[in-house]
Nanobody
Framework: QLQLVESGGGLVLAGGSLRLSCVAFGRISNLIVGWFRQATGKEREFVAA????????RYADAVKGRFTISRDNAKKTVYLQMNSLKPEDTAVYYCAAKLLGGSEYGTWGQGTQVTVSS
């Protein structure tokens, strides 16, 4: 059974940086791991996904150029490096996983809070 645990959130000033980690407990090979976020009062939105094995990395327009997704399969960890943070980035950030070729993310972490102070 695959489980995902996010960490690395916290309070940061606007313009600052955070690196989120998503540790997988279980086999992650041949999986796509993505990051999502949900701000208070808003729907969950896509942030980034690492599809390196199929030659694709996707970012939401709102974070493109500021956030970088990466992974270390040996450590079973996916990272989200967040630079130049803005108050509108404040949200609970989740990692999620789906099978290659799948259309739905079926496994989700518990989330980690990111708060960016203006």
């Amino acid at each position: 059974q695959l489980q995902l645990v996010e960490s690395g959130g916290g309070l940061v000033l606007a313009g600052g940086s955070l690196r989120l980690s998503c540790v997988a407990f279980g086999r992650i090979s041949n999986l796509i791991v993505g990051w999502f976020r949900q701000a208070t009062g808003k729907e969950r939105e896509f942030v980034a996904a690492d599809l390196r094995s199929v030659g694709i990395i996707r970012y939401a327009d709102a974070v493109k150029g500021r956030f970088t997704i990466s992974r270390d399969n040996a450590k079973k960890t996916v990272y989200l490096q967040m630079n130049s943070l803005k108050p509108e980035d404040t949200a609970v950030y989740y990692c999620a996983a789906k099978l290659l070729g799948g259309s739905e993310y079926g496994t989700w972490g518990q989330g980690t809070q990111v708060t960016v102070s203006s």
